[in-house]
């Protein structure tokens, strides 16, 4: 006895490798996207927040160095800066710093070293001469990297020592650098320069 098998009605078939075809599709987005997390392939904040000549400026001034990115800060550190600000990169900082018609950077910098990492704090400027000059601000602090924001111009009131109080008026935007479960200070052009006042210990 022969038993005759029909073939399968054609969009019995083609309903088949439709869902066949999401599936495999579905796993493709599911894997690429995973690997772009874990390859870091997104696009960097703090890379897109700096011109590309500044950039060049900074890799031959300093190669051992890196901006400051968000996951390099502490914890709190993270927590705090995100609620701030919403640029994504505490390691850069457009302000109006030495011309209220002017945009300046403060750029805060990092390396490895032992037995904690190295952080730079710097300001750029742009010359008329089109070439960016970099004033540092703080060299070599040891511990936790710190972020750079812009303060509106303003008197801010700190400590120059631990026994001296100091006002600074600020025609300008001033540079806050936070280190994060630790101090920060304020950095202000006035009169007499560049000047900084410690706000916390």
Known sequence: MSILLSPRPWYWMRSHFLV?????LSISV???AWAEVKTGTKADPCDQRLPKSLKE????AYP???????????VVGQRIYSRDSKSGC?????????DKNKVDY????????EPQEISNVLVAKKGQNALWAL??????VQGAPPAVLALPPDKYTGYIDESASRTLDSQNEAIFVVY?????LVYAVTERGIEKVWLSD
């Open 64 to 74: 051992d160095y890196r901006v400051v990115s968000l996951s390099m800060l502490t």
């Open 30 to 32: 599911s894997i690429s």
């Open 90 to 98: 505490p390691g850069v900082a457009k302000v109006r710093f030495f």
């Open 106 to 113: 403060a750029i805060a910098i990092t390396k490895r070293a």
């Open 180 to 184: 994060y479960e630790s101090s920060s």
């Open 57 to 60: 400026v900074l890799h031959k």
């Open 135 to 140: 004033t540092i601000l703080a060299i070599d």
């Open 20 to 24: 066949a075809l999401g599936v495999a």
